[in-house]
């Protein structure tokens, strides 16, 4: 049973960093793609980032490239989520997510099959 367990938020200064954390276990993630979604109150999920777990491709929303990089673990089966120079438009719950079939559109949530429990973001002014 793939499980992937978010962790690494909390609250922080406008300016400050964060690094999440998404430890994927269950099943080889080779040939995956994960990514870091977020979701701020009456917002839409948004894609903040992807990676393929084996080539290591990374994707960013453009709004967000220079300030947030993803990267992976293979040791530890885990991706991580680093967010530089936080503003409190960041402010949201960060969700990591699983798509196991190859060649997906990685900034759509549909083509992600499993996702972590979330991790709250928030960036004080």
């Known amino acids: 049973q793939v499980q992937l367990v978010d962790s690494g938020g909390g609250l922080v200064q406008a300016g400050g960093s964060l690094r999440l954390s998404c430890a994927a276990s269950g099943r080889t993630f080779s040939g995956a793609t994960m990514g870091w979604f977020r979701q701020a109150p009456g917002k839409e999920r948004e894609f903040v980032a992807a990676i393929n777990w084996s080539i290591l491709s990374t994707y960013y929303a453009e709004s967000l490239r220079g300030r947030f990089t993803i990267s992976r673990d293979n040791a530890k089966n885990t991706v991580y989520l680093q967010m530089n120079t936080l503003r409190p438009e960041d402010t949201a719950v960060y969700y990591c997510?699983?798509?196991?079939?190859?060649?997906?559109?990685?900034?759509?949530?549909?083509?992600?099959?499993?996702w972590g429990q979330g991790t709250q973001v928030t960036v004080s002014s």
């Open positions: 997510a699983a798509a196991m079939k190859r060649g997906v559109r990685y900034f759509d949530k549909k083509e992600y099959n499993y």
